[in-house]
């Protein structure tokens, strides 16, 4: 049986038992259904857990011993089992096929792992498995609905609300990271005050030594220093250079609004695109050192760099990473001009065509 993230609570609240299959791309809110579970699952006598880490079928065996060692005499047990894919031999297929069509009011198995693809949700044993157990897959939150999200979170968890500019601003600083915007929501309400747009960045910017917004900023105050150290620091953590260049081209389609805003309306369209009036003063620095054309090519460089940390070109991202921050955070614009590898990499952009 499928059941929906949004009807588990009325579900399981009269009786928990049973074998559950959870599954969803973020482990974030697989984990914290899980959680959930096992939280009802103790008010109903399921006091001992025992939780298991799978890395591959083989690995099975001690599931298959404790669920052996389970008697009616034994009090109300919870297994829960990780998994890092959902592909199973006959040998575990035959055990959970065997558990699913005896069910026990003892035994509670949650096995949760990661997104289920489409064509084992449609083979004839996993189809024979949801028949006796249950299924809940957790869509993915997209960047376009984490806001919603994140506004749903704190309303329901601590009755907070916020704005939909609020929870805008958490979701593009936290680049779609739902621990740390959790976090977030945790310390609003924590700290027991209005939340005000200061407060918020307060908040924000504690809530991780670097990321690429905090590198951006190093870029548009100029800089080049403390971006190249927050550059290199971002590297060292394995941050996907991907996120980067994402927040980047984000910010400079924003620039580039702002470019061909009339100066004496500058305030009206940086609300009305959801600049924050604190961030206003930086971009305005930027502005100042480099022309709109030159915004526009940057645009174009970050286009090249996304295609290189995707492998349709060769070369060092975290190089050319290192290049570009210091290109648009030099208080000097022409200082770089005459690199060789900056005029190649633009004109091969401009005429079309990336360079291998």
């Known amino acids: ?94 055990l959970l096929t065997k558990i699913t069509q005896h069910t026990r009011k003892d035994l509670l198995l949650i ?68 621990p740390q915007a959790a976090q977030i929501i945790d310390k609003l309400f924590l700290i027991q005050e209005d939340i005000t747009d200061d407060i918020l960045e307060v908040l924000v910017d504690t809530s991780a030594e670097y990321d690429a917004f905090k590198l951006m900023d190093a870029c548009l105050l100029q800089d080049s220093a403390r971006a190249r150290v927050i550059l290199l620091r971002l590297q060292y953590n394995d941050v996907e250079p991907l996120m980067i260049i994402g927040a980047f081209t984000r910010e400079f389609r924003l620039l580039r609004e702002l470019y061909q805003a009339d100066p004496s309306s500058l305030k009206t369209v940086a609300d009305r695109l959801g600049i924050w009036s604190s961030r206003l003063p930086m971009m305005q620095t930027f502005m100042r050192s480099h022309s709109s054309d030159t915004c526009q090519l940057f645009l174009a460089q970050l286009a090249y760099l996304d295609a290189l940390a995707k492998g349709a070109c060769s070369g060092n991202i975290w190089d050319k990473l290192l290049f570009f921050c210091a290109k648009i955070s030099n208080k000097n614009p022409t200082l770089l001009d005459e690199s060789t590898e900056f005029m190649v990499l633009f004109n091969s952009i401009t005429t079309g065509g990336y360079p291998r």
């Open 1 to 94: 049986m499928r059941i929906y993230p949004e009807k588990l609570n009325a579900f399981i609240e009269k009786s928990v038992a049973g074998i559950y299959f959870c599954s969803g791309q973020d482990f974030f809110l697989v984990n914290e259904l899980s959680d959930t579970i096992i939280k009802v699952a103790k008010k109903q006598g399921f006091e001992h857990v025992t939780r298991f880490y799978i890395q591959s079928s083989g690995s099975w065996d001690e599931v298959s011993e404790s669920l052996q060692h389970v008697s009616l005499f034994s009090p109300k047990v919870c297994l829960v089992v990780q998994l890092m894919s959902w592909k199973f031999d006959e040998t575990v297929k035959t």
């Open 111 to 178: 096995i949760k792992g990661p997104k289920i693809e489409r064509a084992t949700t449609q083979t004839k044993w996993f189809q024979r498995m949801t028949e006796k157990g249950y299924w809940i897959d957790l869509p993915t939150i997209s960047f376009m609905h984490m806001p919603e999200w994140i506004q749903r979170r704190a309303s329901h968890l601590y009755g907070l609300i916020l704005s939909h500019k609020h929870a805008r601003f958490i979701a593009q600083r936290t680049e779609n990271n739902l």
